[in-house]
């Protein structure tokens, strides 16, 4: 293994990508401290000293910014309005016949859908810095009742408030050009690796708050039950179903093509993390509205608002953690079904002259495919549900912040970025030397 580090660090290319991959990240780091125009600096690390866990309802958006976005800085958006659009325009494929078509030009359409992408992020951008600013001129951001939480902005005049939306939407812009030069001149998987190391960069203060809480032994039980479950998230990660798939031999001209055997690799998690966002995002829009319906000084709150307080507002609550579950089992089928078309896959085999074994072309292996892809869903989506609420369990029981590492869709994410940047570093290394780093 250490050998074959050193052989990155040998092949002159390698080396340079990973500094330049390296460079990036450091800058991306920094601009994550860096406060935007108008913003106390002094107060908000004061309410961040303050507040023992971030409130539930921005949890997910500063883990994805790794805590920029509580410290108001200039990358407090982060990835995220990025990895919104990506979702939208990927869910506007299915909607949008000019979409799927755009798709299926190839490079150039799917250009096109990249051009669109980026246009969504620099909107939702300027949205998402626009409620930003507004809710810490609200004093909603840190809800701790201390007065210096609600003066977070030196300046209310509009030109000011203009300033800090167009510098918090440059920010996010820059992030996207930065993880489209990781892509381009580093080892690859630009944007990935930025939210990688936006979650990464969340647990050392993670883990030392449930030190401190808890002390030693509950800290070490806690990183103890953390490597098994990244062994657990690696396995299944790594599962398949694999259908094995012959094609037939034919003639072009006087070159004969096909008759090999293949297989369609349908994986357990197909769907990735994008379900553990989705149930995140709806299950804040009651918490959102209720907080935005909160009644004025000495008056009663509505029954309606307290309900939502009282059991839709803190995950260790029983009804909260079972209504994510099954919105995140409900959110995997319905990805999983956009993303996967057995139609489309069958249509595709019987044009190349592709069938599975025992199964007739067309229709009744679109049929096969689909028996297979509904039964494989079921465990992914019991797996991603159970990884989804190990924060909460966690939140309930050692103590821990809202952004616990070991679980959800941090744990998520950092194994699924480590294990493509693993193999993209390994087949790189493979093309210049006979051993790659795996073995």
């Known amino acids: 293994m250490f050998n074959a580090i050193g052989r990155i660090f040998r092949t002159p290319d390698l080396r ?92 150039s359409g799917q250009g096109k859908l990249t051009q669109y992408t980026r246009y969504l992020t620099i909107a939702l951008g300027v949205l998402q810095s626009t409620t930003l600013i507004t809710v810490a001129r609200s004093g909603a951001l840190f809800p701790s009742g201390d007065p210096s939480c609600s003066q977070l902005i030196t300046n209310d005049a509009w030109y000011a408030i203009l300033l800090m939306v167009i510098t918090m939407t440059a920010g996010t812009g820059l992030i996207m050009w930065m993880g489209e030069l990781i892509t381009e001149r580093g080892i690859g998987n630009g944007m990935s690796l930025l939210i990688f190391t936006s979650i990464a960069s969340t647990f050392p203060g993670s883990l030392w708050s449930i030190a401190q809480a808890r002390g030693l032994d509950t800290f070490f039980v806690v990183l103890a039950v953390g490597l098994l479950v990244v062994v657990a998230v690696v396995f299944v990660e790594q599962s398949q179903r694999r259908v094995p798939v012959q094609y037939a031999k034919r003639m072009v001209g006087r070159r004969t093509y096909g008759g090999n055997n293949t297989y369609i690799p349908i994986k357990v998690n197909m769907a990735g993390v994008v379900p553990v966002i989705f149930a995140s995002s709806l299950l804040y829009l009651p918490a959102l509205i209720a907080q935005f319906n909160q009644p004025a000084a000495g008056d009663e709150p509505q029954a309606w608002v307290v309900w939502i307080t009282n059991y839709l507002t803190k995950g260790d609550h029983p009804l909260y953690m079972l209504l994510y579950f099954l919105l995140i089992v409900g959110f995997t089928y319905f990805y999983v079904a956009i993303t996967f078309n057995p139609d489309e896959v069958a249509e595709n085999m019987k044009k190349y002259g592709g069938f599975i074994p025992g199964i007739r072309a067309g229709r009744p292996t679109a049929e096969y495919l689909d028996y297979v892809l509904t039964r494989i869903t079921l465990p992914g989506s019991l797996y991603l549900g159970l990884i989804a609420l190990i924060p909460l369990i966690a939140l309930s029981l050692v103590g821990a912040n809202a952004n616990f590492p070991f679980g959800g869709a941090s744990i998520l994410i950092i194994v699924g970025v480590g294990l493509e940047t693993v193999k993209q570093i390994d087949a790189q290394l493979q093309q210049r030397h006979y051993e790659g780093l795996l073995r």
């Not at 330049?20 to 990240?25: A, E, S, Y």
């Not at 908000?44 to 994805?64: D, I, R």
């Open 16 to 107: 340079r990508k990973l500094g330049f991959t390296l460079g990036i990240v450091a800058l991306f780091r920094l601009g994550s401290f860096i406060p935007a125009p108008f913003v106390d600096f002094g107060n908000v690390q004061a309410c961040l000293a303050a507040s023992q866990s971030t409130t539930g309802l921005y949890e997910l958006v500063n883990l994805f910014s790794g805590g920029a976005l509580l410290q108001l800085s200039i990358f407090a958006l982060g990835i995220m309005p990025y990895i919104t659009a990506s979702i939208i325009v990927q869910l506007l494929r299915v909607v949008i016949p000019h979409f799927e078509t755009l798709y299926k030009e190839g490079q």
